[in-house]
């Protein structure tokens, strides 16, 4: 496959340049392969099928970004939610390789998708899903405590990522779900971030943020960038990540094939 980005016609691929100044990836086996990737919504009580993207393809390599763009409604959130499984996809093939093994995400068991999540994917997301009673900390060292690291020393790298988000200190022991929008959205980077996957998806996670904090993220996004983590995005505040981005992929259109190297 051609080392290219895609701008589509209504019904043509057309290849087109990587990004400017975009490294190439090193001579190693993608973290993800897309292929054919298809989803529509049975809207029952109308009669009728919502199409949300057909015939995507592309591959996504350790260290690189992928930007998804398009207008409101093109189905970037969809596309990332069909990625993680959050919906299941109506066609094509979402190729996980892990150190067990080659996986279809589409197709795989809803057992293996859990155990992907806890050891391989990632997924931030602008909204906070907060527990009632239990204390922001508590939150953000959870990743941590299943991933078998003791509770002080899990706790205490919570309260350091809670720190650099701009949480502060007398929060730190509240409940997030009093908290508003802009403190649970913190909460919530510190908790998807603090344990490294290879795979990162983040839909809108700089939307409630103020600029201090999406400094932060970016911080933390450059770092993990460089340690390898493979990464698809949706940005609301794009020039935040312009030096992230190794390739764009433009929903606006029905069909896109696409090469993210």
């Given at each position: 496959?051609?080392?290219?980005?895609?701008?589509?016609?209504?019904?043509?691929?057309?290849?087109?340049?990587?990004?400017?100044?975009?490294?190439?990836?090193?001579?190693?086996?993608?973290?993800?392969?897309?292929?054919?990737?298809?989803?529509h919504?049975e809207?029952?009580?109308l009669g009728?099928?919502l199409?949300?993207?057909?015939?995507?393809?592309?591959?996504?390599?350790?260290?690189?970004?992928?930007l998804?763009?398009?207008?409101?409604?093109?189905?970037?959130?969809?596309?990332?939610?069909?990625?993680?499984?959050?919906?299941?996809?109506k066609?094509?093939h979402?190729?996980?390789?892990?150190?067990?093994?080659?996986?279809d995400?589409?197709?795989?068991?809803?057992?293996?998708?859990?155990?992907?999540?806890?050891?391989?994917?990632?997924?931030?997301?602008?909204?906070?899903?907060?527990?009632?009673?239990?204390?922001?900390?508590?939150?953000?060292?959870?990743?941590?405590?299943?991933?078998?690291?003791?509770?002080?020393?899990?706790?205490?790298?919570?309260?350091r990522?809670?720190?650099?988000?701009?949480?502060?200190?007398e929060?730190?022991?509240?409940?997030?779900s009093?908290?508003?929008?802009?403190?649970?959205?913190?909460v919530?980077?510190?908790?998807?971030?603090i344990?490294?996957?290879?795979?990162?998806?983040?839909?809108?996670?700089?939307?409630?943020?103020?600029?201090?904090?999406r400094?932060?993220?970016?911080?933390?996004?450059?770092?993990?960038?460089?340690?390898?983590?493979?990464?698809?995005g949706?940005?609301?505040?794009r020039?935040?990540?312009?030096?992230?981005?190794?390739?764009?992929?433009?929903?606006?259109?029905?069909e896109?094939?696409?090469?993210?190297?």
């Amino acid at each position: 496959m051609p080392n290219c980005e895609s701008e589509m016609t209504d019904d043509i691929a057309v290849l087109a340049r990587p990004r400017t100044g975009a490294s190439q990836p090193s001579a190693t086996r993608p973290v993800l392969e897309v292929e054919n990737l298809a989803k529509h919504f049975e809207m029952h009580h109308l009669g009728k099928r919502l199409f949300a993207f057909e015939n995507i393809s592309f591959r996504l390599f350790p260290g690189r970004f992928l930007l998804l763009t398009g207008h409101n409604g093109a189905g970037k959130s969809t596309l990332l939610r069909t990625l993680y499984r959050s919906y299941r996809p109506k066609g094509g093939h979402v190729w996980l390789n892990t150190a067990e093994g080659r996986i279809d995400l589409a197709r795989a068991a809803d057992v293996d998708i859990a155990l992907l999540r806890r050891r391989e994917i990632g997924f931030v997301t602008q909204f906070l899903n907060a527990r009632p009673r239990v204390a922001a900390e508590d939150i953000v060292a959870e990743p941590l405590r299943l991933a078998g690291r003791a509770k002080d020393e899990a706790v205490d790298e919570a309260r350091r990522w809670l720190g650099e988000f701009g949480v502060k200190r007398e929060l730190w022991a509240a409940y997030p779900s009093t908290f508003s929008g802009g403190e649970q959205q913190k909460v919530n980077l510190a908790r998807a971030l603090i344990l490294p996957q290879r795979l990162l998806m983040l839909d809108e996670p700089t939307a409630s943020l103020d600029v201090n904090a999406r400094r932060a993220l970016i911080r933390r996004l450059s770092a993990l960038k460089e340690a390898g983590v493979a990464m698809i995005g949706v940005f609301h505040h794009r020039a935040d990540i312009a030096d992230l981005v190794d390739s764009e992929l433009d929903l606006t259109t029905k069909e896109v094939h696409h090469v993210a190297e």
